[in-house]
Structure formats: C-alpha cells, structure tokens
C-alpha cells in the first residue's frame, strides 16, 4: 500500500472531524449553541487552536491555523461570536464566581425531552446577577416556550447565539418579558419566550 501524500491526509483529518449532520446553516447553528452552552455552563473552559473559527482541518503544529477561513462570513462571526462570549463571561459574577461550587448552579428544568430543550441558572450571591440559560437542541422553533423563574419583574435576552450578527436566523426576544404570577417547575411565576432553533439564550 502506498504512503498518504500530506494533502491526502489533511484531506482525511478534515472529513474525520467535520461530523455535523445538516446543511452549513445547521452545522454553524449547532457549534454556536454548543460553545454557547459550553460558556454557560460550570468548569473551566478550553477552546483549542482553531476552534473560534471553525477550522475544518485538525490542528497541525508543522502548519499556521487557516485564517483564510476568515474571509467566509460563517467563519467571521462565529469567532466574534465566540469574543462575545468571552467578554459576556468576564462581566458576569454569575458565570464564574461558584465556579466549581454547587451553589454557583441550579436546574430550571432538565426533563424537556419532548422539545429537546433545557434550562438552568448560573448565581452569585446576588440575586439580581443571576444569568438564566434555556438551550434549544431541536432544529425548530419554539414559540411560547415557559419556563419558571424565582423572581418577579422583568427579563431580558442578553445574548442569542441565532441572531443575525452571528449568521444566525434572528429568531429569539426582543424587548423585556414580563414575569406572570404562574407558578412552574417549582417556582413562583413563569415567563413565556421564543426559542430559535439550535439556539441558546441568556437572560438576566
């Protein structure tokens, strides 16, 4: 058997790792939510070489990352993507203060199977810095979606990994959500949102 020529490997790493079922608009949508999800969640984070702009070679260290990537805008917004979650994380308590404590995390609701969906919160020690995380993992849209919130007022998205700033479909919340006195998943009112498909969104 004749030895691979270097562009026949490079070639095979790219087809090994770029697994994602669906079309470019799904693949992209599917690796926002998951470092959207990975970001919320608790534990220390790593984002490999290449990784922020969805490179589909494996890394190589003989080789540069392929910046070129960059000129395609799906490749362009996911790292801006990814620069905003870093800056949403650093600015947050709630993302990092109980990092690896169990009070730093509480599940909403983490049985959705039907809508393929969950939703938790990340705390501090202060309340109104709590950061509520629903992830849509179904490649539909989910319009008046509840979920149970502790605390009476108003809720904002603050960030969506859908929106079209990130070549995303721009489905998701604009304006406050105002909470009802609707009790769900054990808490004392509710709020009723829009889920894009493949998305994760944050509100405070």
């Known amino acids: 058997m004749l030895p691979l020529s270097h562009d026949e490997v490079v070639h095979m790493k790219g087809s090994l790792i770029n697994k994602m079922s669906g079309d470019t608009n799904q693949k992209f ?21 290449g990784g922020d702009i969805a490179q589909y070679a494996e890394w190589n260290f003989e080789e540069s990352i392929d910046w070129h990537l960059l000129d395609d805008p799906y490749h362009a917004k996911l790292q801006k993507m990814c620069s905003d979650l870093n800056l949403i994380y650093r600015s947050e308590r709630a993302l990092y203060q ?40 179904a490649d539909e849209t989910w319009e008046n979606y509840k979920i149970g919130v502790p605390y009476k007022g108003e809720y904002i ?17 604009t304006g406050a959500l105002k909470s009802r006195d609707e009790p769900m998943h054990e808490r004392p009112y509710s709020i009723t ?10 509100l405070k």
């Open 157 to 173: 998205e603050i960030f969506n990994s859908q929106l079209s700033y990130y070549e995303g479909w721009n489905i998701g919340n």
């Open 193 to 202: 949102l829009t889920l894009p498909p493949l998305g994760v969104i944050y």
């Open 29 to 49: 949508a599917n690796l926002r939510a998951m470092y959207a999800y990975m970001m919320a969640h608790p534990g220390k984070k790593l984002l490999f070489m």
């Open 98 to 137: 109980y990092d690896e404590k169990h009070q730093g995390f509480e599940w909403i609701d983490n049985h959705d199977y039907q809508h393929n969906c969950i939703s938790f919160m990340r705390k501090s020690d202060v309340p109104d810095e709590t950061v509520y995380v629903v992830c849509n993992f």
